[in-house]
Structure formats: structure tokens, C-alpha cells
């Protein structure tokens, strides 16, 4: 670039996504003269799904603003609890954040999950016709503009991107009413009704049973259970939850 020159500050949140010498403060930026601000921040590194308010000298301005020079850049980040509007909140994660999606759908959030690695362009069109909030920690997918809405995973544990999705949008949470295998519906189930699809074992164990409405796959209380329950009852305490109660294989 080789234009007016404006000088910008990251929020310290966001500063991981811009190179070194950019990371203690407001740093001068050298622009084209001609491309937005969206255009500016996002070729520093910062994917807009990101950035939250972009202030100019103190004035908030839209990403489609032309930068002038001597401009004062304050690039903030997303304010928390994110409000997504135009469609019910709902996800969509891609092949890299499997455990991220199960415990989603333990707590009764809508994530759909792609096991297989079917390419970015098609992750961000199945964003945009489903309209789900598309979770990566890919930057490349995420700068897409065919995404209806998206959002980094900051962590690589699993543990800490559950917290950070759940208090970045807030979601309401419906504990054991999900497939964590498919994300379907799970409904009551008796026992003579699955009795086909129980090991001996099993059959002879356990009496109080889930069933998917999508899948098929049965859900009981099995070895596991005292696991997913602390994993429920630690994001609820959290971020609450609109129930907890039926079972899980």
C-alpha cells in the first residue's frame, strides 16, 4: 500500500491476530487510499466476525469507511454477550472442533457438525443457507464472505472453547435433550421400544431410556454418566440452563 497513512490500536483481545511489532499499542498503518476499513483491519490479520465497534478519532464508523490520513483507528472488540440477529442462534462447527460440537449438544445447542473436511467454500455456503453462526479457528474461513455470521475458537482445549462460546453468545441451554451423535431431538423412551437395539447387559441394568428422533440411537445412564453430569452441571452453574434430566449412553 502506498497512500494516506492513519495510525490504529487493537484491542488488546484482538492483538494475537496482528503481526509482533503491532501488538503494544497504536501502530501506524500505510493504506491504498481506496480500500474500506473492513479492508484495512482484516489485512492486519483480524477477521471482521472479530472486530466489534470500529471508532475514527473517537467517532464510530461503518467497515465500508474510507480511511483519510492522519485518521486515529480504534478497532474494539465483539462486546460479550453477543446478540446475533435474524434467525434463532444456532452453529455450525467445522471438522477440527468434534469434542466442541458433542458438548454443545449435551447442553441442548443447536451445533452441526461436519466430521468430514468438505472444503471452505462449501462450510461457508452451509453457513449461509442454514444461517448458523460458523464456529472455526481458521482465519481464512472466517474472512469468507459468504458466511451468515462466524466466530474464532480462541483455545485449542476444549474445555476453555466451551466457555468461551457459551460466554461469547450466551445461548440458552437444555441439558440431555440433544443427540450428541447427529444433533437431533432426544424424546422419552420405554424400555420394551429399544429393547432390540440393547446388549444383554444393558437390558438387564438399566430402565429409564432416551431415544434420538433423528438417528434411532438409544441414550441411558451408563458408566460415563457421572462425567457428562459434571460437565452439564459446571457450564449450567456458569451460564445456566433450562433443565437437566434425562439420559445419556
Given at each position: 500500500?502506498?497512500?494516506?497513512?492513519?495510525?490504529?490500536?487493537?484491542?488488546?483481545?484482538?492483538?494475537?491476530?496482528?503481526?509482533?511489532?503491532?501488538?503494544?499499542?497504536?501502530?501506524?498503518?500505510?493504506?491504498?487510499?481506496?480500500?474500506?476499513?473492513?479492508?484495512?483491519?482484516?489485512?492486519?490479520?483480524?477477521?471482521?466476525?472479530?472486530?466489534?465497534?470500529?471508532?475514527?478519532?473517537?467517532?464510530?464508523?461503518?467497515?465500508?469507511?474510507?480511511?483519510?490520513?492522519?485518521?486515529?483507528?480504534?478497532?474494539?472488540?465483539?462486546?460479550?454477550?453477543?446478540?446475533?440477529?435474524?434467525?434463532?442462534?444456532?452453529?455450525?462447527?467445522?471438522?477440527?472442533?468434534?469434542?466442541?460440537?458433542?458438548?454443545?449438544?449435551?447442553?441442548?445447542?443447536?451445533?452441526?457438525?461436519?466430521?468430514?473436511?468438505?472444503?471452505?467454500?462449501?462450510?461457508?455456503?452451509?453457513?449461509?443457507?442454514?444461517?448458523?453462526?460458523?464456529?472455526?479457528?481458521?482465519?481464512?474461513?472466517?474472512?469468507?464472505?459468504?458466511?451468515?455470521?462466524?466466530?474464532?475458537?480462541?483455545?485449542?482445549?476444549?474445555?476453555?472453547?466451551?466457555?468461551?462460546?457459551?460466554?461469547?453468545?450466551?445461548?440458552?441451554?437444555?441439558?440431555?435433550?440433544?443427540?450428541?451423535?447427529?444433533?437431533?431431538?432426544?424424546?422419552e423412551a420405554d424400555k420394551e421400544s429399544v429393547s432390540a437395539r440393547l446388549e444383554q447387559g444393558t437390558q438387564?441394568?438399566?430402565?429409564?431410556?432416551?431415544q434420538c428422533t433423528s438417528c434411532e440411537r438409544v441414550y441411558w445412564r451408563g458408566s460415563h454418566h457421572a462425567?457428562?453430569?459434571?460437565?452439564?452441571?459446571?457450564?449450567?452453574?456458569?451460564?445456566?440452563?433450562?433443565?437437566?434430566?434425562?439420559?445419556?449412553?
Amino acid at each position: 500500500m502506498n497512500g494516506p497513512e492513519i495510525t490504529l490500536e487493537a484491542a488488546p483481545e484482538l492483538r494475537l491476530f496482528v503481526a509482533h511489532e503491532r501488538r503494544g499499542g497504536r501502530t501506524a498503518v500505510v493504506t491504498d487510499g481506496s480500500s474500506t476499513l473492513g479492508h484495512v483491519v482484516e489485512s492486519l490479520g483480524i477477521p471482521l466476525t472479530e472486530a466489534g465497534q470500529l471508532l475514527v478519532d473517537g467517532t464510530p464508523v461503518p467497515v465500508s469507511h474510507i480511511p483519510r490520513a492522519g485518521e486515529r483507528v480504534e478497532v474494539r472488540a465483539v462486546r460479550r454477550p453477543q446478540r446475533v440477529p435474524g434467525a434463532p442462534l444456532r452453529f455450525l462447527l467445522d471438522v477440527h472442533l468434534g469434542t466442541l460440537a458433542r458438548r454443545l449438544r449435551l447442553l441442548g445447542v443447536d451445533a452441526a457438525y461436519e466430521s468430514e473436511d468438505i472444503g471452505d467454500p462449501a462450510l461457508a455456503a452451509l453457513s449461509a443457507e442454514q444461517q448458523r453462526v460458523m464456529l472455526s479457528r481458521d482465519r481464512g474461513l472466517l474472512r469468507r464472505r459468504e458466511i451468515w455470521a462466524g466466530a474464532y475458537v480462541y483455545s485449542d482445549r476444549p474445555e476453555e472453547q466451551l466457555r468461551d462460546v457459551l460466554g461469547r453468545f450466551a445461548p440458552v441451554l437444555a441439558p440431555w435433550t440433544r443427540c450428541t451423535a447427529c444433533n437431533g431431538r432426544l424424546a422419552e423412551a420405554d424400555k420394551e421400544s429399544v429393547s432390540a437395539r440393547l446388549e444383554q447387559g444393558t437390558q438387564q441394568s438399566y430402565d429409564v431410556f432416551a431415544q434420538c428422533t433423528s438417528c434411532e440411537r438409544v441414550y441411558w445412564r451408563g458408566s460415563h454418566h457421572a462425567r457428562l453430569e459434571a460437565v452439564v452441571a459446571d457450564a449450567v452453574r456458569e451460564f445456566g440452563g433450562a433443565g437437566s434430566g434425562a439420559a445419556a449412553s
